[in-house]
């Protein structure tokens, strides 16, 4: 009987702790835009001109900010600051450059410029 109490509790908690969890945590929190993008990458400066159908980007955060790491030899883009815009989408705030990057946990759409370098990037998951 202390056994089938046991379980019974635990449960309860399990099912508790689920359904609080679920309900009140912020995406961005959890960091479900980090991760790794694929699709079309690009990147331009005086010298250089990159474009990749097949590119990847990946994510981290770096407490309040954003990195992104390109292949096919394209220059990082880091310490992007985010603002949500709704509960599943960022967009990109004062980040010393103009331009928009999105992103949401399934899709990356980057258009930035940044001290006379050019990223773009159309990618998902």
Do not use: H
């Amino acid at each position: 009987m202390k056994s089938m109490l046991k379980i019974v509790g635990l449960l309860l908690l399990a099912v508790f702790l689920f359904a609080s969890c679920s309900k009140n945590t912020d995406p961005a929190d959890v960091d479900i835009f980090a991760g790794t993008f694929r699709g079309k990458v690009s990147y331009r400066d005086g010298e250089k001109n990159i474009t990749q159908d097949n590119g990847s980007i990946f994510v981290t955060k770096v407490g309040t900010r954003y990195d992104f790491r390109f292949s096919d030899a394209i220059p990082d883009l880091t310490g992007v600051e985010f603002e949500r815009k709704d509960d599943n989408t960022m967009v990109n705030i004062g980040s010393s450059g103009t331009g928009v990057i999105t992103i949401n946990k399934d899709k990356l759409v980057i258009g930035f410029t940044r001290n006379n370098q050019v990223w773009g990037a159309d990618c998902s998951r």
